[in-house]
């Protein structure tokens, strides 16, 4: 066993990393505010100013396992260095794009490079950390990510008021090329190197198994982003293809482990490793509740009550700066409360999102942004409560060989359910506004269906705080019986 070294570097190459995953996680949402003028300066068409969004969340998700079994077999510093600079060069590219179907193709290869970056995070936390700065680090991680996915239409439409029409939109992306200049330079200086691989690119990735998985998330992720366009009913047959790869993958995947060769997500992660398949489904369960509102609040706050979209962006601050706050300090209560705080955390986001759904039913007028702050403020308390102290409990028995892949899976299953969530709140918040029903009512039964979606999330983390009770139970009585048979033997 080898003597753990902290990296005197350690927390500025967190910095780093931590800086690059906000951008890349940030452009899957600051697009949304630029979505207008794009579509007036290229003249591009419905459908197509979609794929915008869409194609980048599709690529995004389809690559996190393979960039984090990448990370875990050639090095993470490597990996994050190329993801970083393709970031860089593919923002550019989308910067300068002269037409929609340039800017398609720009913003999948931002995906791409975006989801191969951020499992590296998480890796980079489970091999520089331990102990309670491992949660200190993860509370950071949380807080990036909390912050990312609500400030981005507020960051957009700042952008967009500073730069103006008609290119303003083009500084969107551009704005990602100095800083992740800066980062790249500073990563090279302080990101710890590692040995080069010991068998060739061949021999530690599986190539068969990127297939398998790829046409899996492409089958769920597809159908559910066609959806917000009226596409689900040509597409539904993916879900089967889906199903039947997905077999496939943990077929060969098992296959892989029989005969010694390195998998590109080890199963065993989710049958043998201590509470990371329950972790792994609160996440993604929370986060088909709490990201699919905000394309409701989008819709309520712009269509129903006439805000800008910087206005609308600003109305659900609150719930980004109660996430940042309790994010980075409920990293560091996780040695000492654990899944308490998760489940804390989704009791607070019930509240608020209920407290919403009944001030939205009183029919508060342009008054509303005022009137949801502070429900917002105790949901986004809340949700700090679960990103940050989740991963760390779901990641803390995973070997930190399989870290970058085991973090990858993590937020492919985030991804899915921020698909999920956004198509079901969307279906319901247009379904009872179609009824005649209004825009406060629309917002109710949606903001109740995000609630009804994180209680199933909460369910999960009661059932899995009870399980590390036994577990640690268990522990505790066999260190005791071993402790016992030294001393008679002693």
């Known amino acids: 066993m080898t003597t753990y070294e902290p990296d005197p570097r350690r927390w500025k190459a967190l910095a780093v990393s931590l800086a690059a995953g906000f951008m890349g996680l940030l452009d899957v949402s600051i697009v949304n505010t630029a979505l207008p003028s794009i579509q007036k300066d290229l003249g591009a068409s419905s459908g197509g100013i979609q794929w915008v969004v869409s194609g980048y969340a599709l690529a995004f998700g389809l690559v996190l396992v393979s960039g984090g079994r990448l990370g875990d077999a050639l090095g993470r510093r490597r990996m994050f260095l190329f993801a970083l600079a393709a970031f860089v060069l593919t923002s550019t590219f989308a910067g300068a794009a002269p037409n929609e179907t340039t800017l398609i193709i720009a913003r999948l290869l931002q995906g791409f490079a975006s989801g191969m970056m951020t499992p590296q995070n998480s890796g980079m936390i489970q091999d520089l950390f331990r102990g309670a700065e491992r949660g200190r680090a993860f509370g950071m991680f949380g807080a990036t990510v909390g912050i990312s996915t609500a400030v981005g239409p507020v960051l957009g439409g700042v952008i967009l008021a500073v730069f103006g029409d008609p290119e303003g939109w083009r500084w969107v992306f551009y704005v990602n090329v100095p800083i992740g200049i800066l980062a790249f330079a500073l990563a090279l200086r302080w990101l710890p190197k590692a040995e080069a691989p010991a068998r060739s690119l061949r021999g530690e990735i599986d190539f068969v198994g990127i297939m ?15 959806s917000e366009q009226g596409g689900l009913g040509g597409l539904w047959w993916l879900f089967v293809v889906a199903v039947v790869f997905g077999f496939a993958f943990v077929r060969w995947e098992r296959s892989m482990v029989r005969r010694g060769r390195p998998p590109l997500l080890d199963t065993r992660l989710f049958t043998s490793t201590p509470g990371y398949a329950s972790g792994a489904a609160v996440g993604a369960l929370y986060f088909s509740g709490f990201t699919g509102m905000w394309l409701v609040f989008a819709i309520f706050f712009q269509q129903g009550l006439g805000y800008t ?4 962006g600003l109305a659900v601050t609150s719930f980004a700066l109660g996430s940042a706050v309790s994010a980075a300090i409920a990293g560091r209560l996780v040695p000492k409360w654990g899944r308490k705080l998760t489940v804390a955390g989704l009791v607070m986001v019930i509240a608020g999102m209920v407290t919403v759904a009944v001030l939205a039913g009183q029919d508060p007028g342009a008054a509303a942004g005022w009137w949801f702050a502070l429900p917002l403020l105790v949901a986004g308390v809340g ?20 870290a970058g892949v085991a973090g990858g899976a ?7 359910g921020t698909a999920i969530g956004t198509v079901v709140l969307a279906s319901v918040f247009h379904a009872v506004l179609g009824a005649n029903g209004g825009y406060p009512s629309a917002l109710t039964a949606a903001m109740l269906c995000a609630a009804a979606l994180t209680s199933s999330a909460l369910l999960l983390a009661v059932i ?12 505790e009585r066999e260190e005791a019986e071993r402790a016992a048979a030294d001393s008679q033997r002693g």
């Open 212 to 226: 398998l998985l790829g046409v899996a998330v492409l089958g769920v992720l597809l159908p559910l982003i066609e």
């Open 309 to 312: 979209p910087l206005q609308s």
């Open 383 to 402: 949700g700090g409560m679960v990103i940050s102290p989740n991963t760390t409990l779901t990641l803390e028995c995973v070997p930190t060989s399989m």
């Open 410 to 416: 993590l937020q492919t299953g985030q991804r899915i």
């Open 464 to 475: 899995e705080l009870r399980a590390r009770r036994k577990r640690r139970s268990l522990t």
